[in-house]
């Protein structure tokens, strides 16, 4: 069954510097989507991008993050100065639609440790 | 705003034991329910969808009725396996644009004894 891969699994950075969490979605999904879970709270929606743009993106999403996708594979997501507070598991998705109730696919998640 | 809550976790139950996760939600208009799943070392999977009311998603002997009156999705399974065991999310997403924009429960971790 296809499925969203992201990598790196854990990553440990300094607070302060860059961040690039890469995904590579289903292949013929048309919509990405950044969400992350601070360990212990509740999983929060990031970030909804579709034909190379965004197009939701919540209050957590402020101008240290970002999102691309590159080439026609890629999607990625950069903290540009990592806080402590950016700690937290982020999990790719992706769909083939946006109808309603469509499902979204997740892929197993990043770990970030910001130290 | 839209939010959703379900029971508090643990829950360790025996294998074939009945199982019943609550979730209720607070949303405007028809929103879609949805049940994911997170097994160890593994990603969100959608477990099972309803999209209006009294509609009923199962899967995987997992069932869930979506109730407009009581605003709930219950989750249940007559008879749990140790396999079963695994942190589960009730979820939705709203009634109109914001389909990707799934607002989450907090999970509640199931673990079944043999």
């Known amino acids: 069954e296809p499925e969203v891969t992201q990598t790196p699994s854990h990553q440990v950075t300094q607070m302060g510097q860059e961040v690039i969490l890469r995904c590579v979605p289903i292949?013929?999904?048309?919509?990405f989507y950044w969400y992350r879970q601070i360990l212990g709270q509740k999983v929060e929606f990031l970030v909804s991008?579709?034909?190379?743009?965004?197009?939701?993106k919540s209050e957590i999403f402020d101008d240290q993050f970002s999102v691309e996708r590159p080439d026609g594979s890629n999607f990625t997501l950069k903290i540009r100065s990592t806080k402590l507070e950016d700690s937290a598991m982020y999990f790719c998705?992706?769909?083939?639609?946006?109808?309603?109730?469509?499902?979204?696919?997740f892929g197993e998640g990043s770990w970030l440790t910001v130290v | 705003g839209n939010s959703v809550t379900q029971m508090e976790g643990p829950v360790t139950l025996s294998e074939e034991a009945f199982l019943t996760i609550n979730c209720t939600y607070t949303?405007?208009?028809?929103?879609?329910l949805f049940w994911y799943v997170q097994y160890p070392g593994e990603g969100l999977q959608l477990l099972l969808k309803?999209?209006?009311?009294?509609d009923k998603g199962s899967n995987k002997g997992f069932e869930a009725t979506y109730r407009k009156e009581t605003t709930s999705f219950h989750l249940e399974k007559g008879s749990v396996q140790v396999s079963d065991s695994a942190v589960y999310f009730c979820?939705?997403?709203?009634?109109?644009?914001?389909?990707?924009?799934?607002?989450f429960g907090k999970g509640t971790k199931l673990s079944v004894k043999p």
């Open positions: 998705a992706s769909s083939e639609s946006a109808v309603r109730g469509n499902t979204i696919y």
């Open positions: 292949s013929n999904h048309l919509y």
């Open positions: 991008f579709y034909n190379n743009e965004i197009s939701e």
């Open positions: 949303a405007t208009g028809y929103p879609s």
């Open positions: 309803a999209t209006k009311a009294d």
């Open positions: 979820a939705l997403s709203g009634d109109g644009g914001s389909q990707g924009n799934l607002i």
